[in-house]
């Protein structure tokens, strides 16, 4: 892979700022791949914690207008999230999981359903790859990199969907 380029997006985390993202293409097939900081999600417009404190807000029990107000979004965008995480939590909470035993860790031993057991997994994937691999950052800045910016994309399975 060698660097090609770049290209500008914007970010919103707090106040909306403009990011430039680096482009890398690989010399054999001659395909071009963005590289994502961990902090951004593929497709949206906001930061990953922004989203990430939202969806722990969420799954406490918060309703999304009380959440949308104090991440500084439009309500429309936090129940967009509310939908997308609920329709992937069972997937995303065993890749989590999955990933969690990949690293070399136990998996805890009750794992509630919907987006209380989805916070859990993450804990558990965010800690074994702080022992493994000493992956440091917030849990969510680190669970978007288990999932390569995928965690709450748009229109996109994660990456161990399977058909």
């Known amino acids: 892979m060698g660097l090609w380029g ?4 914007y970010l919103r985390v707090g106040e909306v700022v403009r990011l430039l993202v680096r482009r890398m293409r690989c010399a054999r097939c001659r395909c071009s791949h963005a590289v994502l900081p961990d902090f951004v999600a593929k497709g949206r417009l906001d930061g990953i914690e922004v989203i ?4 722990e807000a969420l799954a ?3 309703g999304a207008r009380p959440v949308a107000e104090r991440a500084g ?3 429309t965008t936090v129940r967009d ?4 995480m609920a329709a992937r ?3 995303l909470t065993g890749g989590f999981l999955a990933a969690t035993v990949a690293l070399g860790d136990l998996v805890p031993r009750q794992i509630a359903s919907g987006p209380g057991g ?3 997994a993450i804990d558990a994937a965010c800690r074994a790859a702080h022992r493994r691999l000493g ?3 917030s849990r969510w800045r680190v669970a978007n990199r288990i999932v390569g910016a995928e965690l709450c994309t748009t229109n996109t399975d994660p990456p161990w969907a399977a058909g």
């Open 6 to 9: 770049f290209y500008t997006r």
């Open 73 to 75: 979004v439009p309500h």
């Open 52 to 55: 990430g404190q939202a969806i």
């Open 135 to 137: 992956a440091a950052g």
């Open 60 to 62: 406490a029990g918060t």
């Open 89 to 91: 939590c069972e997937r």
């Open 81 to 84: 999230w509310r939908r997308r």
């Open 118 to 120: 989805l916070l859990v």
